[in-house]
């Protein structure tokens, strides 16, 4: 199983528990199936204080210790949603846990198994609907049981919100250059409608009511239009590149914080190539390695 596949069953995993863990006097979950899903419940209800609580020591610390918004993204992908959730509890024909968490993107619905208990440990199968199966490890640790793996990986929160983190700039970065080739091709529509290239990203925006024109043709977002777009910024230009017939253009892009939406800039240059490079915050240039083939004619 891959990095990422784990990671969004472990967070699909988390969504699970949301039942009303039976506790002893001490305030400890009596069972581990309980702190599984009282670990669950606390993910899709994005309380990070409740949250911590079923991690080891250790990962606890750790997990506190982490700038917020890595900890609000950790329960993001516990949860697998992007914002804090209602949680609904039912039973199977067998008695065993199903938890919903309801969220405005979408609901997602968890289904615990039984437990297997072998002293200080416990592994509980975790059904995802419309996913695959994932098993959960816990350890009693200080009367309580805290979550130790998922399948044979065990958390080291340090570790993970690493490999999260690089996870998430990858996938800024995808979209940046997927939003660089809509603008790119917004402007080849634009040139072929009016027979001529715009003289800035405003004029491919939304149309007024009277409709497209020159000045709004209506091509891409407002917000892409105004030079932003997937955590970066873009800065266009028109070029007459030396025996060319027409005039093109070029495309620089940069992340708008570097280090969090994204590492490398971009450049879109007039024969329609794409070069990435990192360059610490600055817009992209001609220099850096290719990304994409020559554009298609």
Known sequence: MSTRTVFLAFIAFFGLCLSAPAQTQDGHESDPASALSAALAAACRANQTQFASYFTADNAAAFRELPDDQRVAVLKRFSLSDEPGKVLLSSDPQNHSVVRCEAPGGTVEFRLGDARVRE?????????VHSEQVVFGLV????????????????DIPQLSKQWAAQDIADREDEAINTLRAL??????????????PDSLAQLGPAPPSGISPERASLVSEHVASGEG??????YRIVSPPGAKQDSFEIAAAPDSYGKTGWRSFFYDSSGKIHAADLHGALGTGDGPLISVEKAP
């Open 184 to 197: 790119a091709d917004a402007i080849d529509t634009y040139r072929r409608a009016f027979s001529k290239l």
């Open 120 to 128: 200080n440990l416990a592994f509980i199968p975790v059904a995802v």
């Open 140 to 155: 009693r640790e200080n009367g309580g049981w805290r979550l130790l793996s998922l399948g044979l990986v065990l958390l």
């Open 230 to 235: 997937s955590g970066y910024h873009f800065r």
